[in-house]
């Protein structure tokens, strides 16, 4: 694969995604006890909070915008 390597805050962004979905559907469980359904709500807020650190990480290092001008030229193809 030709191009720069991925950032690591990238990929642990992407990490936290999945764990914020997994929490959001335990959270919305019907199923699941009251105490299930806090603890994924609290593993929901963390991976939101690091979700926003990494975003803030790769803003920071410039990586954000080098990344959104490679998908934006991805997507004028």
Do not use: F, N
Request: net charge positive; hydrophobic share 40%; glycine share 6%.
């Amino acid at each position: 694969m030709s191009g720069a390597p991925v950032p690591e805050a990238w990929t642990r962004l992407v990490g936290h995604h999945r764990a914020a979905q997994v929490a959001q559907d335990q959270m919305k469980d019907p199923g699941a006890t009251q105490i299930a359904r806090d603890d994924a709500t609290i593993r929901y807020a963390r991976a939101c909070d690091a979700m926003v650190a990494e975003m803030t990480r790769l803003s920071e290092s410039h990586e954000l915008g080098r990344i959104t001008m490679l998908l934006a030229r991805k997507e004028r193809r």
